[in-house]
């Protein structure tokens, strides 16, 4: 069964830019988050997608984040306009119910100069 | 507001020693996950804690759980280079969000 998976793995974008993550959960999975690390912190949680309603997004920085989950299956994160303090590595995880075991993906490294 | 705190942040140690991370979280919660990231890697779970008194092993690696103490520990036994990553506890919340609050890591080192 395969994981989590994220796309693209790294991305350098200059200040000002767009940014799109994409996370594909594990098949059959309702339950999607997403999580950031910036660099030497813990990791935060951004927000909740049950199936393609957002469940919570109080982890949200700004409204430069936008979150999708069109159908229900992969979700993009996107970042517009990107700034500096939004460097950092963007997990994303999944579950097939509630409270139950998130299995995350190796993350998005993403560097805004 | 959940909060999690672990220490040591960074640890060094020789390969055959023991040594203790610990976890501890600020209100109450009856879920405590520990995980591993080996560097550009995912999280990899470790352990799921879900009630007081909880002990689980692993090989080299012992976690337990004290929901009264707000306290996990992972312990790890005769070390080897292997066990080289960052490890994260994280806690759920018995009510509301859906959410992992984590620790900010613990960074270990295993010299040979």
């Known amino acids: 069964e395969a994981g989590v998976t994220q796309f693209p793995s790294h991305s350098v974008i200059e200040k000002g830019q767009t940014v799109t993550l994409r996370c594909d959960p594990i098949?059959?999975?309702?339950?999607l988050y997403w999580y950031r690390r910036v660099m030497g912190k813990e990791i935060k949680f951004l927000l909740h997608f049950v199936k393609e309603s957002k469940q919570d997004e109080s982890g949200m920085p700004n409204n430069r984040f936008l979150a999708e989950r069109t159908g229900g299956t992969y979700s993009t994160l996107k970042v517009q306009p990107a700034e500096l303090e939004d460097s950092g590595v963007y997990f994303c995880?999944?579950?097939?119910?509630?409270?139950?075991?998130?299995?995350f993906g190796p993350g998005t490294r993403l560097t805004v100069t | 507001e959940l909060k999690v705190e672990q220490n040591p942040l960074f640890l060094s140690m020789q390969e055959g020693k023991n040594y203790t991370i610990y976890c501890n979280y600020s209100t109450t919660s009856d879920r405590l996950y520990w995980y591993r990231q080996d560097p550009g890697k995912s999280l990899e779970s470790l352990f799921v804690l879900l009630s007081n008194g909880a002990v689980k092993q692993e090989g080299r690696l012992m976690a337990s759980l004290d929901t009264k103490a707000r306290l996990s520990t992972l312990h790890i036994t005769a070390a080897v280079h292997d066990l080289s990553a960052t490890y994260f506890c994280?806690?759920?919340?018995?009510?509301?969000?859906?959410?992992?609050?984590f620790g900010q890591g613990t960074r270990l080192t295993i010299n040979p």
């Open positions: 994280a806690v759920d919340l018995v009510q509301g969000a859906q959410k992992l609050v």
């Open positions: 995880a999944s579950s097939q119910g509630r409270r139950e075991e998130q299995y």
């Open positions: 098949s059959g999975h309702d339950n």
